[in-house]
T-cell receptor, first 115, second 109 residues
Framework: AQSVTQLGSHVSVSEGALVLLRCNYSSSVPPYLFWYVQYPNQGLQLLLKYTTGATLVKGINGFEAEFKKSETSFHLTKPSAHMSDAAEYFC?????????????FGTGTQLKVEL | EAGVTQSPTHLIKTRGQQATLRCSPISGHTSVYWYQQALGLGLQFLLWYDEGEERNRGNFPPRFSGRQFPNYSSELNVNALELEDSALYLCASSFLGLEFGQGTRLTVV
């Protein structure tokens, strides 16, 4: 079965500092991987996705993620944090068969950005 | 292009009642997915509808049910509400990834 593990339920960075949110996946077949962001009392917004091809994926709001098969990782990064980046971030993996586009989500990482 | 829309935004029900939540997918999307986001439990897959049929369901009791209409909109019904059903219910439609609506906050008192 596919799963994702997000290391660190809470991450705190200073404004302007590098953001690194960690995600490791488990999949017996080549996965599709996603990062979503959720602001308080809102739905999930897709940040970026990896399906096939280039392993470095650029998303919205300056975020990017790199698919590393050898490390089974898909960490999310942003060079310089902004106050507006404070939110909860979810990594997700697509179940490739029998579930359509059903995603399995990690438990989320709450990002705090401090002045 | 309009995104996924959900109604109502908030819903308050008493224990034992029934709740009905509605979702309209992005135009052209035929699949609708429902997720429950309860405090401390993360995002749990509930149901997947495609072309009017239930294709898959998560590990939830039968009192969670739904349907998909010919226009691909969907309805989630929760019968015999329990306090632990209080959660944000998210609907999504899909094209490679899932596009989510803003959710319905269900509170059971």
């Amino acid at each position: 079965a596919q799963s994702v593990t997000q290391l660190g339920s809470h991450v705190s960075v200073s404004e302007g500092a590098l953001v690194l949110l960690r995600c490791n996946y488990s999949s017996s077949v080549p996965p599709y991987l996603f990062w979503y962001v959720q602001y308080p009392n809102q739905g999930l917004q897709l940040l970026l996705k990896y399906t096939t091809g280039a392993t470095l994926v650029k998303g919205i709001n300056g975020f990017e993620a790199e698919f590393k098969k050898s490390e089974t990782s898909f960490h999310l990064t942003k060079p310089s944090a902004h106050m507006s980046d404070a939110a909860e971030y979810f990594c997700a993996v697509r179940v490739p068969t029998g579930g359509g586009n059903k995603l399995t989500f990690g438990t989320g990482t709450q990002l705090k950005v401090e002045l | 292009e309009a995104g996924v829309t959900q109604s109502p935004t908030h819903l308050i029900k008493t224990r034992g009642q029934q709740a009905t939540l509605r979702c309209s997918p992005i135009s052209g999307h035929t699949s609708v997915y429902w997720y429950q986001q309860a405090l401390g439990l993360g995002l749990q897959f509930l149901l997947w509808y495609d072309e009017g049929e239930e294709r898959n369901r998560g590990n939830f009791p039968p009192r969670f049910s739904g349907r998909q209409f010919p226009n691909y909109s969907s309805e989630l019904n929760v019968n015999a509400l329990e306090l632990e059903d209080s959660a944000l219910y998210l609907c999504a439609s899909s094209f490679l990834g899932l596009e989510f609506g803003q959710g319905t906050r269900l509170t059971v008192v």
